[in-house]
């Protein structure tokens, strides 16, 4: 299942950036996250950091445990999420930030496959309206951080 989204924003790239690479907060604002560890944030080169995240998740009836590897190129203002492990066949997610006059444009790609086709039925129906209310959720943290 593949998704895209893009949503022109009145913030900086940076600050949009900032955001979603704060992955430790993600429980505060993203209502299904009920938890998540992140370790071993080491520098690749200057401006790029790799982290790996274990983020535990509760929808209506699923509740699962998934790890992923977190690559935040500010530089480029990307960060790009890759499966480690967990119920995903495949899992992968880009955030892209470009600069605008007056603010900039979010870009958000996801590309999964759960493994279990009963999961993958169950979500497929409504992953669009998830990745949606997702990327509603970032917007609405940066409206509280950044007015």
């Given amino acids: 299942m593949r998704h895209h989204l893009e949503r022109r924003l009145p913030y900086a790239p940076q600050q ?3 955001l979603v690479g704060d992955v430790e907060r993600y429980p505060e604002f993203v209502p299904w996250v009920v938890s998540l560890r992140a370790w ?6 200057p401006g790029v950091a790799v982290l790996d995240a274990e983020a ?3 929808f209506t009836v699923v509740h699962e445990r998934f790890s992923t590897r977190v690559r935040l190129d500010e530089p480029a203002l990307t960060i790009a999420v890759s499966l480690l492990h967990g119920p995903f066949r495949r899992l992968e997610n880009r955030w892209r930030f470009a600069e605008l006059p007056g603010g900039s444009t979010l870009t958000f ?3 999964f496959e759960f493994k279990s086709r009963l999961l993958d039925r169950l979500l497929v129906a409504n992953f ?3 990745a949606s209310r997702l990327v509603g959720c970032f917007e609405a943290r940066a409206k509280a951080l950044y007015g």
């Fill in 128 to 130: 669009h309206r998830a």
């Fill in 56 to 58: 535990e998740v509760r």
């Fill in 16 to 18: 949009l950036f900032a």
């Fill in 40 to 45: 071993g944030r080491r520098e690749e080169e």
């Fill in 109 to 111: 790609d996801i590309d």
